[in-house]
T-cell receptor
Framework: SQELEQSPQSLIVQEGKNLTINCTSSKTLYGLYWYKQKYGEGLIFLMM?????EEKSHEKITAKLDEKKQQSSLHITASQPSHAGIYLC??????????FGGGTRLMVKP | GAVVSQHPSRVICKSGTSVKIECRSLDFQATTMFWYRQFPKQSLMLMATSNEGSKATYEQGVEKDKFLINHASLTLSTLTVTSAHPEDSSFYIC???????????FGPGTRLTVT
């Protein structure tokens, strides 16, 4: 089965600082998803990556999928308190089932 | 955009009772829905895959007789936690399969507390 490892597990940054979250897969990724979750709430879809080398951006968040399609990174530029939450990467298989990484808890200090 | 709702959002029940959680796709039909469970400070774990008109497929370690799943229509799947115990207290999230490959839409989640 596919396993996803996220790092770091938790992160505290000062407002305005940049940060990067990594997601490493034990197998080749065919679809990699990034979600954000506020504590105790549902998931907010951020981005989906499918092609090796692909990079997508939304506002101040950029996600990349490496050429070998086994690692993805999520980069936040000039972090704000609104970026705080849990970031989850997920990988899909042929049956559309998602496997999730352990999550990264982000706190942004004002 | 595709919207998935869950009801209730929060529920507190006594140990030994059963609780039903509904997952609805509001503006699209979903032949497949997924149920996830999330314990505090942990990631989401897939419990089962629910297919309309057929039996659900449960992940290893998930008791099918305890977590009853019914997917009677293309817009509704229900998860019933039977004979609930305090250790069943968790955050349950459903998702519905969209038309695209790997496309899933998540519900807002249901927080279950068993006292």
């Amino acid at each position: 089965s596919q396993e996803l490892e996220q790092s770091p597990q938790s992160l505290i940054v000062q407002e305005g600082k940049n940060l990067t979250i990594n997601c490493t897969s034990s197998k080749t990724l065919y679809g990699l998803y990034w979600y954000k979750q506020k504590y105790g709430e549902g998931l907010i879809f951020l981005m989906m990556l499918q092609k090796g080398g692909e990079e997508k951006s939304h506002e101040k968040i950029t996600a990349k999928l490496d050429e070998k399609k086994q690692q993805s990174s999520l980069h936040i530029t000039a972090s704000q308190p609104s970026h705080a939450g849990i970031y989850l990467c997920g990988a899909s298989n042929a049956g559309n089932m998602l496997t999730f990484g352990g999550g990264t808890r982000l706190m942004v200090k004002p | 955009g595709a919207v998935v709702s869950q009801h209730p959002s929060r529920v507190i029940c006594k140990s030994g009772t059963s609780v039903k959680i509904e997952c609805r796709s509001l503006d699209f039909q979903a032949t497949t829905m997924f149920w996830y469970r999330q314990f505090p400070k942990q990631s989401l774990m897939l419990m089962a895959t629910s297919n309309e008109g057929s039996k659900a497929t449960y992940e290893q370690g998930v008791e099918k007789d305890k977590f009853l799943i019914n997917h009677a229509s293309l817009t509704l799947s229900t998860l019933t936690v039977t004979s609930a115990h305090p250790e069943d207290s968790s955050f349950y999230i459903c998702s519905a399969d969209g038309a695209g490959v790997g496309e899933q839409y998540f519900g807002p989640g249901t927080r279950l507390t068993v006292t």
